[in-house]
């Protein structure tokens, strides 16, 4: 059974497959070629945390492919209430095709798909974010014609998004590097496989991090479940942003990331993120076309 755990799980080959995917159905969306490749399928999607893109994405990616989702909100579910992970993945493997889920910890998803007998596609935990990091690369590769060789430079903090692109870059050819404060570092065990091969640095050197990028991607100083940390977080990452002296420190042309949402005068200024909004809405975009890629893959018989 094909799940979407964390990008680690998937081999280059399967990343490119996805990729290769997603600008088919990128192109048939646009050209109203119907592609219902999972023709009476149902998607639960599960929330513990809030959401714009990624509930949106899959619920109109599933109705595009043919089949039907339904958000499931924690604050509805008997999970919120405390009923096992094991249990609810054992009844809901009875009723749906697929689960999506966004939680908090790792092992909830790693147990879902122990316990449940259908494809399960994490949608964001606090360890990682791998459907966004799916898009963020195609969109890479939208912009820049080719992902091998071409350097990622992540600024903020070391956190889901910075695990996943540190992976997904790597996978698919990048050089990655990440500038951090020492104290918020990404994952120790991420940042071991990462420098072996040789294409990895992680410094708190903004410039040093920067330079000769193609691409810089920036995220939250604080994120869902860290809300009561923002003001301790705000002083952490100050001057870990994106702005005019980093663009300039970056290859000329350089695109710009955000997962979103963004807070603008924080990990990134207004004039950088207005500058490069079309490359961030087309990463938004994206989310929809390489999700869709991932259920097909996860989800099709
Ligand atoms: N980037 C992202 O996952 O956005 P949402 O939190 O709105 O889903
Ligand atoms: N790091 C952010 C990403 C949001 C898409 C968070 O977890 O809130």
């Known amino acids: 059974m094909k799940h979407l755990l964390k990008l680690a799980d998937w081999s280059t080959e399967e990343i ?26 149902t998607l639960g999607m599960i929330f513990e945390k809030s959401s714009t893109r990624t509930r949106v ?28 992970v094991e249990d609810t993945a054992r009844v809901l493997s009875r009723y749906l095709d697929g ?9 909830e998803v790693e147990d879902l798909a122990e316990y449940g007998g259908i494809p399960i596609i994490n949608g964001l935990t606090d360890y990682c974010h791998p459907c966004q990091v799916m898009a963020d690369l ?15 430079c992540f600024i903020g903090d070391g956190n889901n998004m910075a695990n996943s692109l540190i992976v997904g870059g790597i ?19 991420i940042m071991k496989w990462a420098e072996k091969t040789g294409r990895f640095v992680c410094t708190d050197n903004i410039l040093e991090a920067a330079a000769g990028a193609d691409a810089l991607y920036t995220d939250v100083w604080a994120s869902m479940g860290q809300e009561e940390e923002a003001a301790e977080r705000r002083k952490i990452f100050t001057g870990y942003q994106i702005n005019a002296e980093v663009m300039a420190a970056a290859n000329p042309g350089a695109m710009v990331m955000h997962c979103l949402p963004a807070h603008r005068g924080e990990e990134i200024t207004s004039e950088v993120f207005e500058a490069h909004a ?7 975009e994206n989310r929809l076309h390489a999700q869709k890629a991932v259920m097909v893959l996860c989800m099709k018989n």
Request: glycine fraction near 12%; proline fraction near 4%; include cysteine.
């Open 16 to 41: 490119y497959e996805a990729l290769d995917l997603a600008d088919r159905l990128k192109y048939e969306k646009k050209k109203g070629i119907p592609h219902r490749l999972l023709e009476g399928k």
């Open 278 to 284: 079309g490359e961030i809405f087309d990463e938004a």
């Open 171 to 189: 996978k698919t050819g990048m050089s990655v590097s990440v500038a951090c404060p020492t104290s918020n570092r990404p994952d120790a065990e």
């Open 57 to 84: 994405s899959f619920e109109v990616g599933i109705h595009d492919l043919g089949g039907y989702g339904l958000f499931l909100s924690s604050r509805d579910l008997q999970i919120g209430r405390g009923e096992p």
């Open 99 to 107: 689960i999506m889920i966004r939680t908090f910890a790792q092992k």
């Open 138 to 152: 195609q969109t890479v590769r939208e912009h820049k014609g080719d992902l091998n060789g071409k350097k990622l």
